[in-house]
């Protein structure tokens, strides 16, 4: 199971600005107030992330039987929570499981990314699945106009055994196209958020069918969410981070950096930032007071970003809060040669372990960070296993909700990005938003 090391977030001859342990003690209350705020949510049916690692993974089963050998590769359309972790939990464990069989995601409208991923597709033995809960977002739904044209035209006799689409249970324009095209389809639940939603059949689908062991996923999260429902703060790792963060934001710290120091992991900063920035950055509280708050995720990679940015990250502003992402074992490695045993610039090397190389950086880095008086937490993955993949996501999942309980918002709205969709249905001319196009040209000077 993976493990958090909270130490470094704390107050310490070198972490002058750590937290103090008595100022954790006052918030006894606002922890409480927060844990039962999250209980009744979770009896009023709000939180479904919560419930997933009880979920049947048959359908999924089942469903790959259906397909024989048809297929190698799964096309996933989507945008952010319909693609984030679906690319997250893939990456993670492509190399290190030796995955079977391959998965590509298309999460924006960009022609050329298109045209470069097309170009890696062989449709013949490719599945689409067309992920989107509201089944309306502008992005998946070009996506899917020209994917399911080009599908139609090529193999009009079965094109429908090659498209799957995931949305909500009934709403929806691709429920529609579901019902009268005959499609296969799964569920977005309603009480799971697009950012939370990794763990359904969002995420699950694509990763079932990549051969990664779902079950070992789920009982992952399993594990982390029992550790997580204890109400002692220092044996819950998403409260007692939750906290730390918070107050570091009530500090002014409001840069959150994940570092992985592991490529595999790497989309799972990108996950986070999503799930961080989208869950916490809000103008108002629960009560329609602005408040302006959230703390801004940025991802680094180790070592190739000591080479970039932990200058600026032992030496520049002191407002930023690091967490460090460490992996023990690696199955899959190399011992580096002693090629040169004369030369003492390089023979120290030989005979080490790219790993070994790795995660002595890793804790480098972390020793510099802290010298520099930087607040810095690690979380270490003994492996990279499905299991140990399933309990980080719902480790943050709770973390995240907790931590918008602490700020008093509703970490599960996201209405800043409203005005953007509206702006560009005007700009592309769909029916009803004539007003907001008469604005933009104004704006524009037209
Ligand atoms: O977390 C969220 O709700 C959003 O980021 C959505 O995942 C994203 O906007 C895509 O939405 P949809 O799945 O409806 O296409």
């Given at each position: 199971?993976?493990?958090?090391?909270?130490?470094?977030?704390?107050?310490?001859?070198?972490?002058?600005?750590?937290?103090?342990?008595?100022?954790?003690?006052?918030?006894?209350?606002?922890?409480?107030?927060?844990?039962?705020?999250?209980?009744?949510?979770?009896?009023?049916?709000?939180?479904?992330?919560?419930?997933?690692?009880?979920?049947?993974?048959?359908?999924?089963?089942?469903?790959?039987?259906?397909?024989?050998?048809?297929?190698?590769?799964?096309?996933?359309?989507?945008?952010?929570?319909?693609?984030?972790?679906?690319?997250?939990?893939?990456?993670?464990?492509?190399?290190?499981?030796?995955?079977?069989?391959?998965?590509?995601?298309?999460?924006?409208?960009d022609p050329l990314f298109l045209t470069e991923i097309l170009q890696q597709t062989d449709l013949d033995r490719t599945l689409i699945n067309v992920i989107t809960k509201s089944g309306t977002t502008a992005e998946t739904m070009a996506g899917y106009m020209i994917l399911a044209d080009l599908i139609k035209r090529k193999y009009p006799d079965d094109y429908r055994k090659r498209i799957v689409i995931t949305t909500d249970k009934e709403r929806g324009f691709l429920r529609q196209v579901i019902n009268q095209e005959g499609y296969k389809s799964f569920i977005v639940p309603d009480n799971v958020g697009g950012r939370f939603s990794v763990l359904t059949d969002v995420g699950l689908l694509s990763s079932a069918f990549t051969g990664i062991d779902v079950q070992a996923l789920l009982n992952g999260a399993g594990k982390m969410r029992m550790l997580c429902e204890n109400t002692d703060l220092w044996q819950n790792p998403a409260y007692l981070n939750g906290l730390l963060h918070y107050?570091?934001?009530?500090?002014?710290?409001?840069?959150?950096?994940?570092?992985?120091?592991?490529?595999?992991?790497?989309?799972?900063?990108?996950?986070?930032?999503?799930?961080?920035?989208?869950?916490?950055?809000?103008?108002?509280?629960?009560?329609?007071?602005?408040?302006?708050?959230?703390?801004t995720p940025v991802k680094a990679l180790g070592t190739t970003d000591q080479h970039s940015q932990v200058q600026l990250y032992t030496e520049g502003p002191n407002d930023k809060v690091f967490t460090f992402i460490k992996v023990d074992?690696?199955?899959?490695?190399?011992?580096?040669?002693?090629?040169?045993?004369?030369?003492?610039?390089?023979?120290?090397?030989?005979?080490?372990?790219?790993?070994?190389?790795?995660?002595a950086e890793c804790l480098a880095t972390e020793i510099a960070i802290t010298k520099?008086?930087?607040?810095?937490?690690?979380?270490t993955f003994p492996d990279l296993s499905a299991e140990n993949i399933g309990a980080f996501i719902m480790l943050y999942e709770i973390q995240t909700v907790f931590t918008g309980k602490l700020l008093n918002i509703d970490p599960l709205d996201q209405p800043g990005v409203e005005a953007g969709k509206i702006a560009t249905y005007a700009l592309m001319g769909k029916k009803g938003f004539d007003q907001e196009r008469a604005e933009i040209q104004e704006y524009l000077g037209e």
């Open positions: 199971m993976i493990s958090f090391d909270a130490k470094n977030l704390l107050f310490s001859s070198q972490i002058r600005s750590g937290i103090e342990k008595s100022r954790i003690e006052t918030y006894e209350n606002a922890i409480r107030e927060a844990h039962q705020e999250i209980l009744s949510d979770r009896r009023a049916d709000i939180l479904g992330f919560y419930n997933l690692p009880e979920a049947d993974t048959s359908r999924y089963t089942d469903y790959l039987k259906s397909l024989g050998d048809d297929f190698d590769t799964i096309f996933v359309l989507g945008i952010g929570g319909s693609a984030l972790g679906n690319k997250a939990v893939y990456n993670a464990l492509r190399t290190e499981l030796k995955l079977p069989r391959k998965l590509l995601v298309y999460d924006n409208v107050l570091y934001m009530r500090d002014g710290k409001n840069i959150s950096v994940m570092m992985p120091y592991s490529n595999s992991l790497y989309d799972f900063a990108d996950w986070y930032r999503q799930l961080w920035a989208e869950s916490l950055g809000k103008r108002k509280d629960k009560r329609g007071r602005d408040i302006f708050v959230g703390q074992k690696f199955h899959t490695d190399f011992e580096i040669p002693n090629l040169h045993p004369e030369r003492e610039e390089i023979s120290y090397l030989g005979g080490k372990k790219l790993s070994e190389l790795l995660n520099a008086g930087r607040p810095n937490c690690r979380i």
